[in-house]
């Protein structure tokens, strides 16, 4: 008869084997992340032809519920629904390749260096502390440029693809015949055009996001009220979509910056000025009020100012 001790062994072997390990939750990130991308990439799709300026359909007259008489531009179905009648359904996946290896790259490299500031840094007392607070936003930050740094080849290639929808170009194909003709054409720099402003604003993000978050939670929840942990757990996710929208207009001078100049119809005179310098950029949808073009998926509309009956 096996004593105590035999019958146990294996169990704890069971146990110790059924604990997920570095490799094992990276890989579940990874195909998670993979199928997020799947799913929404042609919402990223439809909002990158956006920003561009691209409207291949007309829009529509309309009212308000007060009456007010306004223009509709296509909503996203509309728009899918067009790409879907000119490329087919295979076509509203245009691009999405370099996002599925920009979202593993991005995987391991978030895995790699926050392991590295978790060896540097050791985690002090949880107590909600500002000085707690900027120490891991400071740990954020450096986590996702260098994320950025390393996946932002892949977003100039994933964005230029798209972008030839407007023009129907066939100049970048695969991921390949992409790296090779960038390199080409503007060498290691035109991989990362477009990174100054789209490190800026996720910068920016982040620290708002946390700060406003830790502020709200410290001076504005009250401890005496019954749901206060509940409420704390939903601040950061509020102040983000608060927070995004003070942040979109350098996502899209970055993306705008990413076709700027670089071949395609989509980045050159009449549909968009060249331009010398991302402040340019900013500067000139500043001034037309296009700062947050392509921030809507539905709902977009001109108002009118004047309307023949």
Known sequence: MESPENLHGPAVGVAQDATPTTVDVDTAVFLLGAGV???????????????????????????TMFGRRVLYLPGFLSYAQHIVKVDGKRGLLRGL?????????STVVRSKVKQQIDVLFKNSD????????????????????LSRVATHPFHVMSVRCMAQFVGREVKYGGMLSCMVKIFKEEGVAGFYVGLIPH???????????????????????????????????YTKFVMGIAVS?????????????????????AGLPPLSPVFSSW??????????GHLFRGSSFFFRRVPLTSIED
């Open 37 to 63: 991308t799947t799913l929404t990439h042609p919402l990223l799709y439809v909002k990158l032809l956006i920003q561009v300026g691209h409207e291949p359909l007309p829009p529509t007259v309309g009212t």
């Open 97 to 105: 390749s370099p996002r599925i290896v920009s979202s593993a790259i």
């Open 126 to 145: 949880q107590q909600n502390s500002l000085r707690k607070v900027v120490k891991e936003t400071s740990h954020e930050m450096i986590i996702q440029c």
């Open 199 to 233: 490190v800026l604003g996720e910068v920016l993000f982040l620290w708002c996001c946390n700060l406003l978050a830790h502020f709200i939670n410290t001076y504005a929840v009250d401890e005496s009220f019954s749901q206060a942990s509940a409420v704390r757990s």
């Open 245 to 265: 929208v003070l942040t979109y207009p350098f996502m899209l001078v970055a993306d705008l910056m990413v076709v700027n100049n670089c071949g395609l119809a």
């Open 279 to 288: 402040l340019h950029c900013w500067n000139h949808l500043s001034n037309k």
